[in-house]
């Protein structure tokens, strides 16, 4: 299957400052990709869209101006948690698909705590 | 909006053992997708089946997208089975997937 890495694995910050996640496909172009939320014993929770060289589509009740996304080429796409709170400790996993409607592949996602 | 169900929501089996975990959706699929989420985090794919049986080794899984269900079978489990398995779904026309709350299984030795 094709292999998607993020970076960094784990990340631990103060609160107030900004943290930046890296989501990148290795071995296809990834038309698409997703950023997703699971917090503890819970499923996963599909935050923003992004399709490359576009604006990234928020779901519902998820702040654009606090989590902002930049899809920037078909291999990368970046989820910067601005001015980060306690509240934003979770893990944040992305996919990507090479669009329309094909598969999903998950990176190994990325555990942020936030102080 | 789309709901996507699972069951059951825990199961603990004996190694050797063979289970069926179910997934219902609520609307036309899109993309379906089995996930085995392992103990670090990482959703491993299993399986992308909108419709129809595929096979890998000692998993399967079956879509009837016209009664709107799919089943993934694991025979003779082993404890490196263990973990939540996720099913996802998108209707048909939208790529975002939705999950079900997942299947925690437990192997024991």
């Known amino acids: 299957g094709a292999v998607v890495s993020q970076h960094p694995s784990w990340v631990i910050c103060k609160s107030g400052t900004s943290v930046k996640i890296e989501c990148r496909s290795l071995?296809?172009?990834?038309?698409?990709m997703f950023w997703y939320r699971q917090f503890p014993k819970q499923s996963l929770m599909l935050m923003a869209t992004?399709?490359?060289?576009?604006?990234?589509?928020?779901e519902q009740g998820v702040e654009k101006d606090k989590f902002l996304i930049n899809h920037a080429s078909l291999t990368l796409s970046t989820l910067t948690v601005t001015s980060a709170h306690p509240e934003d400790s979770s893990f944040y996993i992305c996919?990507?698909?090479?669009?329309?409607?094909?598969?999903?592949?998950f990176g190994p996602g990325t555990r942020l705590t936030v102080l | 909006g789309i709901q996507v169900e699972q069951s059951p929501p825990d199961l603990i089996l004996q190694e050797g053992a063979n289970s069926t975990l179910r997934c219902n959706f609520s609307?036309?699929?899109?993309?379906l997708q089995w996930f085995h989420q392992n103990p670090w985090g990482q959703l491993i794919n299993l399986f992308y089946?909108?419709?129809g049986t595929k096979q890998n080794g000692r998993l399967s899984a079956t879509t009837v997208a016209t009664e709107r269900y799919s089943l993934l079978y694991i025979s003779s489990s082993q404890t490196t089975d263990s973990g939540v398995y996720f099913c996802?779904?998108?209707?048909?026309?939208?790529?975002?997937?939705?999950f079900g709350k997942g299947t925690k299984l437990t192997v024991n030795p």
């Open positions: 996802a779904h998108a209707q048909g026309g939208s790529e975002k997937l939705v």
């Open positions: 089946i909108p419709s």
């Open positions: 996919s990507a698909s090479s669009g329309g409607g094909n598969e999903q592949f």
């Open positions: 071995d296809f172009q990834a038309t698409t």
């Open positions: 609307d036309s699929v899109n993309n």
């Open positions: 992004s399709n490359e060289g576009s604006k990234a589509t928020y």
